[in-house]
């Protein structure tokens, strides 16, 4: 920053400390001082504020212990002869900001939107358990048993909702994502529960949320019949149409397209989209719906579909990026069709931030970046093997839930892990994952135990790795002992 500058916002910081003096006290909330200090001097990096604003400490006086503020977030300043004055902290300075005014907090339309509101979901909630509670007087023990576990999860949602700190997202509002960490919690906890159950049990377990599971499942197979040209079937290429027309391939290009959304970095994307494809051929030995073509693995799977939804999901962030994000509040909005605009763009980013993951600065962030990657693939790869060891057929709802599940708590994953080795290492951020990050390895790694601990007794899996499955991931070691040590040449040069 250039020495005019900085010495504008010292002159600035210093002003605003005088200013807040009252009878010889000095108001040293730093908070409020250094948001002062960052919005006159937005340029000033981080350091030379710190230094602006804990050279403000010169004029605190010595002999009046700082002010502090009551339950209504005013401050209490005692002058000299003890009488007590509140100063509201107020934001009438930003009444002309229109930034500020388009902050869905603040409007006043929707302001009430964004209050705690915790007596109201207080007696929602007691009002909904009272309704399941004499619903189920006259059930079947199995019916009272359910709605006794939907009372537990409806309590422990409320509680959530309106206790539970916000995740890295704002829209369309932080109770849902509050929500999304909620229900994490509930799936590790039930994960926890299985995980101490035998195979037979855990089955029976998930009967009870499903009556029509516990049934052993026929597994199907994609790489049965890997003829392109079929002469002897009514169509010539009768087993790429079976392919091409399966329920599952739009969920695979919309799923590659919501991915790119969430890591925002086209060669993480691209890594993330191979290896996919190699752990299915790493496994297909020991699951049948791994195997697949090779046409059905390359062109279709890797060519096609991965790459149409990534290459459509990287024109959608650079809309987003390039779009400007100056909110305007619904009570600025005039006319009932601009209103409607507005309502629908709550359901929008607030701002975008592309992702730079710098992945060959150092051997440390290459190996951060290969826990990422490895994370991602094994949650992903669960899904397949649960299914499997559990008896869920894949049309089974329950897949889609954990799916979606995923989707959400993923999306702030990675944004909290992205915060979390991208931070500086002397900043509070460092030193701290995000709880939905956490959430994220807890969840991937229980679920990799449940699949270990009921697939160990099973045949299918003690087919031993075939010989080429062993030579790639032998080379894939030493191309990773290999790029270690180039970006720790990199990082020493």
């Not at 960052?38 to 230094?51: I, K, N, V």
């Not at 002999?63 to 100063?87: C, H, I, K, M």
């Not at 916000?166 to 932080?174: D, S």
Request: overall charge negative; proline content about 5%.
């Amino acid at each position: 920053m250039p020495v005019s500058t900085r010495a504008a916002a010292s002159q600035r910081a210093r002003t605003a400390v005088m200013m807040a003096t009252k009878g010889g006290q000095v108001l040293s909330d730093l908070d409020t001082l250094r948001a002062s200090v960052r919005s006159s001097a937005p340029d000033t990096d981080f350091h030379a504020q710190s230094s602006i604003v804990d050279g403000a400490h010169a004029y605190e006086s010595p002999q009046f212990e700082s002010p502090a503020r009551n339950e209504e977030g005013t401050y209490l300043a005692a002058s000299d002869d003890v009488q007590v004055e509140e100063w509201e902290d107020t934001d009438a300075e930003h009444h002309g900001d229109p930034e500020f005014q388009g902050r869905d907090d603040h409007d006043p339309y929707t302001k009430w939107l964004w209050e705690p509101h915790t007596l109201t979901a207080l007696a929602i909630l007691l009002g909904l358990l009272v309704y399941l509670a004499f619903k189920a007087e006259n059930d079947s023990a199995l019916s009272q048993q359910r709605l006794g576990a939907i009372g537990v999860v409806v309590a422990f949602l409320f509680f959530a909702s309106v206790n539970f700190p916000n995740g890295p997202f704002t829209r369309p509002h932080p109770v849902i994502w509050r929500i999304v960490i909620a229900v994490s919690v509930l799936y590790l906890c039930l994960l926890s529960f299985l995980l101490f159950q035998d195979v037979n049990g855990a089955r029976r377990a998930m009967a009870f949320f499903d009556s029509s599971l516990g049934v052993p499942l026929e597994e199907r197979s994609y790489g049965v019949d890997c003829r392109v040209f079929t002469p002897d079937k009514p169509h010539p290429m009768q087993n790429v149409m079976d392919t091409v027309l399966d329920e599952f391939i739009l969920a695979h290009l919309l799923g590659w397209w919501g991915k790119m959304m969430v890591v925002r970095h086209l060669g993480l994307a691209l890594v993330l989209s191979v290896g996919f494809e190699i752990m299915e051929w790493t496994f297909e030995h020991w699951l049948a719906n791994f195997a697949e073509c090779w046409w059905d693995h390359v062109v279709l799977d890797l060519i096609l579909c991965n790459n149409i939804g990534i290459i459509s999901a990287v024109f959608t962030c650079r809309y987003f990026s390039m779009k400007s994000y100056r909110w305007t509040g619904f009570s600025q909005v005039k006319g009932i069709r601009k209103k409607m605009s507005r309502a629908l763009g709550q359901f929008t980013p607030f701002s975008w931030d592309p992702s730079d993951w710098d992945a060959l600065s150092s051997p440390r962030r290459v190996l951060q970046i290969l826990m990422l990657v490895a994370i991602t693939l094994i949650s992903e790869v669960n899904a397949f093997f649960l299914k499997y060891v559990l008896w869920i057929p894949p049309r089974n709802m329950i897949n889609t839930y954990r799916l979606l599940l995923w989707a959400a708590i993923g999306a702030q994953g990675y944004r909290e892990y992205h915060t979390f080795i991208m931070s500086s290492s002397g900043s509070a951020g460092a030193r701290r994952l995000g709880p939905t990050a956490w959430l994220c390895i807890a969840l991937a790694s229980v679920e990799t135990l449940i699949c270990y601990k009921f697939g160990r007794d099973m045949p299918e899996f003690h087919v031993p790795f075939p010989w080429h499955i062993k030579l790639f991931w032998g080379l894939f070691a030493v191309f990773l002992v290999g790029l270690l040590a180039f970006t720790s040449k990199k990082q020493s040069q």
